[in-house]
């Protein structure tokens, strides 16, 4: 016979009432905002590495929430944050998932983008070698092959990782790879080490033992969901509405968390195992609002940004992340429903 603890109970019951707040909020988004704008299509990208938009994705709850309008929805694959980019720039999402350091370097460049919403704080990526590497520290990367795909969080952790230990990128032979095709590299034999993204890092770390050579937790930046400023301008209403379905994924996924390592691993074909290793110990839910925290570990940025020339030289750096982070969508979002974590 199964008995069901108080301490569990309460959690139930907990999530359950801030469940039913942020449904409360999702109803009255339109009417809160004044006249709601139409959009014929609403297209948003999901990822691996953003496990919300796996559950919104799954529990059709964007399409419920906008077939009255007759709104269809569509959804595309990214498989990085450089993807992710590439898709809002152009239109072919309106909703992006990608590493902070990814949006602001998109920003920099000229990509009118806003970061509205956190939907994770991961420790997604580290320096990775297969296991009987005789490479022991970053150092010993000199001359080295090294996989990354240019653009994302693991590229910007590469180069930091270079930076602290005396060297640049072009100390070593850096191979642009897709994050999947970065893990198959490493496995085959093609490269000596690999700057990983989960949930392959965690693949190859349990299915094949590849050692993480260098972990900084600080040097992650956060998942960030963007929008191109003139979504934001012209269809605030329905930039606020699709926040109150991820605050409905995000609490969702926090209050069932074995569910959430299930669909992880269907969705991206790995082992319960991997998936619940990215989810329990490599993953978090905060607060999503975005501000000065992102701010704080996008401007630890900005040196490497100048030393790497990433940018042309007369951008200003410090008012791209002041014109990144827009933090009054999700406080519209969570001052509805009266939830933030």
Not at 246 to 254: D, H, P, S, T
Not at 273 to 285: D, I, Q
Request: aromatic share 6%.
């Amino acid at each position: 016979m199964h008995v069901t603890s108080p301490n569990r109970s309460l959690r139930s019951v907990m999530s359950a009432l801030a469940m039913a707040s942020v449904l409360l909020a999702a109803a009255r988004v339109g009417t809160s905002i004044g006249a709601v704008s139409k959009l014929d299509v609403l297209r948003l990208d999901y990822a691996y590495y953003n496990p919300v938009s796996l559950v919104l994705r799954r529990m059709h709850w964007v399409e419920q929430d906008l077939a009255r309008d007759g709104t269809r929805v569509e959804w595309l694959l990214s498989l990085g944050s450089n993807k992710a980019n590439e898709y809002t720039a152009s239109g072919a999402v309106q909703f992006g998932s990608t590493a902070g350091s990814a949006a602001l370097l998109a920003r920099a460049n000229g990509v009118p983008l806003k970061t509205v919403w956190i939907y994770s704080q991961p420790e997604w990526t580290a320096v990775v070698v297969p296991t009987v590497s005789a490479v022991r520290d970053v150092r010993d990367l000199r001359g080295k092959k090294v996989a990354a795909t240019r653009g994302t969080d693991p590229w910007f952790f590469l180069l930091q990782a270079l930076r602290a230990a005396g060297l640049t990128q072009r100390d070593i032979s850096l191979i642009h790879l897709q994050h999947p095709d970065g893990e198959a590299a490493l496995l085959a034999g093609q490269v000596d080490a690999w700057a990983g993204l989960d949930p392959y890092m965690a693949h190859a770390e349990l299915m094949a033992g590849s050692r993480l050579l260098l972990r900084q937790r600080d040097w992650n930046t956060y998942g960030t969901l963007n929008v191109l400023d003139s979504l934001l301008r012209d269809h605030e209403d329905v930039v606020v509405r699709v926040l109150a379905l991820y605050e409905r994924g995000r609490q969702w996924a926090i209050a069932h968390p074995d569910d959430l390592v299930r669909i992880l691993s269907e969705e991206a074909k790995v082992s319960p195992e991997v998936a619940r290793k990215v989810l329990t110990e490599r993953t978090a839910f905060p607060d999503p609002r975005p501000g000065a925290r992102q701010q704080q570990v996008l401007t630890r940025l900005v040196p490497l940004i100048r030393a790497e020339s990433l940018v042309p030289p007369d951008v200003d750096l410090a008012k791209a992340i002041e014109d990144l982070v827009a933090p009054e969508p999700a406080g519209r979002t969570l001052g509805a429903s009266g939830s933030s974590r």
